[in-house]
């Protein structure tokens, strides 16, 4: 693959833009820039809470099958479920009130309620080779086509990304292509942006994580992403964050990461994900679980 395109531009919001500004952004372009998306402070304390985790884990892992294990690659720190290493990230970026503004915007109108698809850190060391090009909505292959947006993701920087360390590269537009169209490489646009930026897209947009050329550079995020309330997640967040764990975070995070069941009985719906038919958020508020 090439240089990735910086001549195309991204459009850059701020987190004291309106949320009706962003969401009018992803729905013309499939992704957006949100400048500044955490505080300095945030992105310090879940480095310090992350660094530890991060050093002890290996670049060379095992995956689920070898086609996951090429996607990611043998540069590539990996550290799932975080929301179980980082109080912070759990109470400060789950619960952030951009993605809840976004998410019932472009999720709403398809569930009761939505939920966290995955919370996971990547490292990606010099040498890093770019990912294959994809749309994160793939994964529910067996979705009838067309259907609504499914999912809202991000990857939040916690370095500078460039396009020489392995920025996101973004094909814009693309969640409004034929679907037989497939991204050329000149087509991808680098997402740029300092450490606390995050860059959302809409789970319909082509994307990958870009090259790192560089020698010394560590491109640190997270990807973060959420779908519908009713859809299998990628990751099993209430394995990943346990109820010990789940117990002594906010409400809220407990929701997102699985504890709260989808009742859509309000709007001619049914339940899902009870436990003895009772809401298990419900059930860790009380120690029962």
Same mark, same amino acid.
């Given at each position: 693959?090439?240089?990735?395109?910086? #001549?195309?531009?991204?459009?850059?919001?701020?987190?004291?833009?309106?949320?009706?500004?962003?969401?009018?952004?992803?729905?013309?372009?499939?992704?957006?820039?949100?400048?500044?998306?955490?505080?300095?402070?945030?992105?310090?304390?879940?480095?310090? #809470?992350?660094?530890?985790?991060?050093?002890?884990?290996?670049?060379?892992?095992?995956?689920?099958?070898?086609?996951?294990?090429?996607?990611?690659?043998?540069?590539?720190?990996?550290?799932?479920?975080?929301?179980?290493?980082?109080?912070?990230?759990?109470?400060?970026?789950?619960?952030?009130?951009?993605? /809840?503004?976004?998410?019932?915007?472009?999720?709403?109108?398809?569930?009761?309620?939505?939920?966290?698809?995955? @919370?996971?850190?990547?490292?990606?060391?010099?040498?890093? /080779?770019?990912?294959?090009?994809?749309?994160?909505?793939?994964?529910?292959?067996?979705?009838?086509?067309?259907?609504? /947006?499914? /999912?809202?993701?991000?990857?939040?920087?916690?370095?500078?990304?460039?396009?020489?360390?392995?920025?996101?590269?973004?094909?814009?537009?693309?969640?409004?292509?034929?679907?037989?169209?497939?991204?050329?490489?000149? #087509?991808?646009?680098?997402? #740029?942006?300092?450490? @606390?930026?995050?860059?959302?897209?809409?789970?319909?947009?082509?994307?990958?994580?870009?090259?790192?050329?560089?020698?010394?550079?560590?491109?640190?995020?997270?990807?973060?992403?959420?779908?519908? @309330?009713?859809?299998?997640?990628?990751?099993?967040?209430?394995?990943?964050?346990?109820?010990?764990?789940?117990?002594?975070?906010?409400?809220?995070?407990?929701?997102?990461?699985?504890?709260?069941?989808?009742?859509?009985?309000?709007?001619?719906?049914?339940?899902?994900?009870?436990?003895?038919?009772?809401?298990?958020?419900?059930?860790?508020?009380?120690?029962?679980?």
């Amino acid at each position: 693959m090439g240089r990735p395109n910086i #001549e195309a531009e991204m459009t850059h919001l701020s987190r004291t833009d309106s949320s009706d500004a962003i969401v009018e952004a992803l729905n013309r372009d499939g992704a957006v820039i949100v400048d500044e998306f955490l505080h300095s402070d945030v992105v310090d304390a879940i480095n310090v #809470e992350l660094d530890p985790v991060i050093a002890a884990a290996p670049t060379s892992r095992t995956f689920i099958n070898d086609t996951i294990a090429d996607f990611f690659g043998d540069r590539t720190s990996h550290v799932t479920g975080i929301a179980s290493y980082s109080p912070t990230f759990a109470s400060e970026v789950v619960c952030h009130p951009i993605y /809840e503004d976004v998410c019932g915007a472009i999720l709403g109108p398809s569930c009761a309620s939505w939920q966290l698809n995955v @919370g996971h850190l990547l490292q990606r060391g010099p040498g890093a /080779e770019q990912q294959f090009i994809h749309r994160d909505q793939d994964v529910w292959t067996y979705l009838p086509k067309p259907h609504p /947006e499914v /999912e809202v993701a991000s990857i939040v920087a916690l370095r500078d990304f460039s396009a020489d360390n392995g920025a996101t590269r973004i094909a814009l537009g693309s969640h409004r292509w034929d679907p037989d169209r497939y991204p050329t490489d000149d #087509e991808l646009v680098a997402a #740029e942006m300092a450490a @606390g930026s995050a860059v959302l897209y809409l789970g319909s947009t082509f994307h990958a994580g870009g090259a790192n050329v560089t020698s010394d550079e560590f491109r640190r995020g997270f990807h973060l992403s959420f779908v519908l @309330g009713w859809l299998r997640t990628e990751e099993n967040n209430v394995l990943a964050t346990p109820p010990e764990v789940a117990s002594t975070l906010p409400r809220r995070a407990q929701e997102l990461l699985g504890y709260g069941a989808h009742d859509a009985i309000a709007t001619g719906g049914g339940y899902l994900g009870t436990v003895d038919v009772r809401d298990p958020v419900e059930l860790l508020a009380n120690g029962e679980l």
